[in-house]
């Protein structure tokens, strides 16, 4: 009893803090979701409205919502598996006794993450134009017409998951580093003397062991990847055609843009809603490939 | 050792109340022996920095007047002042784009200004471009008095429009029609006439303010898309880029749009003043004499433009609206609209102010005092910015194909009422709001 209150009262500082600054604050978005909240009720509150669940039905009926969610899936399919495998491929080249300076190609495949995402945001740009950008030049090299990358909405998307895994790629791939240099050598010993070849070895030494951390790492990616925003922001501004809008652009306009705060909170909440059940599924799948 | 202590700590209190009392009394010091009143003012962007130059002047006729000037980024703005207004930390003047005005009239954020308009001998309204002033007039009320204007014309190649066999600029559509096929002719697949960038809404708002029929109806209750004026100019605006004169692109994809047109990779382009200064600066010396700016050109005659730049307003929750009005009527003086002019480029609102040689004489700004006297206020309504983007969304969609003229202009009405429904609550309550 005694020790149990000595806990508590020890814990009671973060507790108070958590309470305060995380759980009221979202039980008042909670609360903001279900008004009306908007500039007008920003100047008097008695033009504040409680609507129930309108918001949430609203964002059920319409377009945007939907077109936001489905863009921010398939910037999810496609950007978390691309993510990935670049940050394990990158991981193992890098890990590789045969790699001359580790640590230089260390550096530099890191270096994207901690560079300012405006300022290189701005130089994809120019990487991404159509008629002076690298990109299209060097496609036209290999015979390849020049890709309209940020005009067309088919392929606005994938620029943008294009930069968002090279921005990206190099914080996996720190994880993935530390994960295979855990990996006891004597486990590779042992495949080779049973004969293992260098595929073997990866694939019945490197990835079994490396599969707690690549599930860590999954379930990380999907939810940062659910929450695209600068990306956009700053590259396209949503468009061509709304082709870029995610569900978090979709509520930084509604709530910032138009300061209509209950939409933008409802919008909050549904995205908590997918991140957390997409998550779940994952935490699901995980356990039964762990399991048998 | 505690009871011990306690006289000494018993001792120490009158000091200590001394000291508390000293910080008292420097606490409300300043304000009660000086006579100097402080004002603060929020001026955003290159206007923020500019506006220090004028000061000392104003310092030297009104010594016992202290000036703070705060600056605001453009693209931070908006939403600064909103968190003023919720966190009761207004300034007492404040420089707003005129298409916020109507937003923080419903606010009820800035206070009326007409009777003080109405004994000034400085603010003269029949002095101001009659579009420009009105977009600061809201149920009968003056909130702002216009600081610098902003409208939208045609800047163009004079020479790529000669080559074609136009010696004028156009004066309808039907003219520029011609004009921007004959140049699209001759400058082949690769180039265009004219750059109307897919992520502006400018140029459509343009074109629809240049008909007669207005954009929302009844008292701004509900979209008014579906007018026929509105079909009409964005049939225009679509046929620009079916007929390939427009390059559909948002200005994000094009790397220097001064550069493009030096290149002839469009001819026209309908952009704002601040234009004047960097075409002048970034093309070459060679290709100076090739650039103009004429008035936009209308449905059957010389066409309107929007009516936008900034306002200073004074805040209702200012306690020193007197000396905000001081200083906006110093602001507000041909002599230093004329200076404010020479520091920023920005266009002065008041007809008298553009007297000043430096005006008159100017080629390129001639065809904004055209256009200025034919301005139109957008709709006054605080979802204006909103409405005006779902307009662009739609008009990029009809751009792409994916709808056609009419079917966008219902899409556009839907969306636009469903935007004002709370307005039209809070006009069926009898609230004077907008």
């Not at chain 2, 939403?79 to 937003?103: H, M, R, V």
């Not at chain 2, 964005?234 to 493009?260: C, H, K, M």
């Not at chain 2, 110093?330 to 004329?338: D, G, K, W, Y």
């Amino acid at each position: 009893m005694r020790v149990s209150l000595a806990g508590w009262l020890f814990a009671a500082p973060a507790l108070v803090i958590i309470a305060v600054f995380f759980f009221l604050p979202v039980l008042g978005a909670l609360a903001l979701s279900l008004t009306d909240f908007d500039l007008y009720a920003l100047a008097d509150l008695r033009n504040l409205r409680f609507v129930g669940l309108d918001n949430y039905w609203q964002l059920m009926q319409s377009r945007d919502f939907w077109r936001a969610l489905a863009n921010t899936s398939y910037f999810v399919a496609l950007g978390v598996p691309l993510s990935l495998l670049a940050s394990l491929g990158a991981a193992l080249l890098v890990h590789s006794r045969l790699t001359r300076w580790p640590a230089l190609f260390r550096t530099a495949f890191f270096a994207p993450v901690v560079t300012t995402l405006v300022a290189v945001a701005l130089v994809w740009r120019y990487l991404l134009h159509t008629r002076y950008g690298l990109l299209n030049w060097a496609l036209g090299a290999l015979g390849v017409h020049p890709v309209d990358w940020l005009g067309d909405p088919r392929w606005a998307m994938p620029a943008i998951i294009l930069f968002a895994v090279w921005k990206n790629f190099g914080f996996n791939m720190i994880i993935f580093i530390a994960a295979l240099q855990a990996i006891p050598q004597d486990l590779y010993e042992a495949a080779r003397l049973d004969g293992a070849g260098p595929w073997q070895e990866f694939s019945r030494v490197t990835l079994p062991t490396l599969r707690p951390t690549m599930a860590l790492v999954a379930i990380l990616t999907v939810a940062g990847y659910f929450q695209l925003f600068a990306e956009p922001y700053v590259i396209t501004e949503g468009g061509p055609l709304q082709s870029t809008v995610s569900v978090l652009y979709l509520m930084y306009e509604e709530g910032f843009k138009w300061w209509n705060l209950g939409g933008a909170s409802a919008i909050a909440f549904l995205l908590f809603g997918v991140v957390v059940s997409v998550t779940a599924l994952q935490m699901r799948v995980l356990r039964r490939i762990e399991a048998p | 050792m505690l009871p011990s202590r306690m006289p000494g700590g018993c001792a120490q209190l009158p000091p200590l109340l001394a000291v508390l009392l000293a910080l008292l009394c420097c606490g409300c010091g300043p304000s009660s022996s000086s006579h100097r009143r402080s004002l603060t003012v929020w001026a955003m962007g290159q206007e923020g920095e500019v506006i220090t130059q004028l000061l000392p002047e104003f310092a030297r006729l009104h010594p016992d007047i202290e000036v703070r000037v705060q600056q605001l980024p453009w693209s931070a703005a908006h939403q600064k002042l909103l968190t003023a207004f919720a966190g009761d930390a207004t300034p007492d003047l404040c420089q707003l784009g005129n298409s916020w005005i109507a937003e923080f009239v419903a606010l009820e954020a800035i206070e009326p200004l007409e009777d003080r308009a109405g004994r000034s001998a400085v603010v003269q309204p029949a002095d101001y471009f009659a579009g420009i002033w009105d977009t600061n007039v809201l149920g009968g009320h003056l909130y702002g008095v216009p600081w610098y204007v902003d409208t939208r014309l045609l800047f163009y190649r004079r020479d790529l429009l000669a080559q074609a066999g136009f010696a004028e600029p156009p004066r309808t559509w039907a003219e520029w029609s011609r004009m921007l096929t004959a140049i699209k002719a001759q400058v082949g697949p690769e180039r265009y006439s004219v750059l109307l960038p897919l992520n502006e809404f400018e140029p459509l708002l343009v074109l629809a303010l240049e008909e007669s029929d207005p954009l929302l109806r009844d008292d701004d209750r509900f979209g008014n898309f579906r007018s026929a004026g509105f079909r009409r100019a964005l049939g225009f605006y679509r046929e620009a880029f079916v007929r390939g004169w427009a390059p559909p692109v948002a200005n994000t994809q094009i790397s220097n749009v001064w550069d493009e047109l030096g290149n002839g990779y469009y001819s026209f382009y309908i952009s704002g003043p601040w234009n004047i200064a960097e075409f002048r600066r970034r093309l070459p010396p060679e290709r100076q004499d090739t650039w103009m700016t004429a008035p936009m050109p209308g449905p059957d005659g010389p066409g309107a433009s929007l009516a936008g730049g900034s306002s200073l307003v004074v805040f209702r929750r200012s306690r020193h609206q007197e000396e905000a009005w001081l200083l906006l009527e110093f602001l507000s003086e041909p002599a230093v609209q004329r200076r404010f002019y020479e520091l920023t480029g920005d266009l002065p609102p008041r007809r008298s102010s553009w007297s000043a040689p430096e005006l008159a004489q100017n080629v390129y700004t001639r065809a904004f005092r055209q256009q200025l006297e034919r301005v139109k206020p957008s709709p006054k309504v605080p979802q204006l910015e909103r409405i005006v983007t779902e307009m662009r969304l739609v008009a990029e969609r009809v751009v792409h194909g994916d709808l056609s003229v009419d079917a966008g202009a219902v899409e556009l009405d839907h969306t636009v009422d469903a935007i004002l429904a709370k307005r039209r609550w809070m006009l069926a309550r009898g609230e004077p709001a907008p």
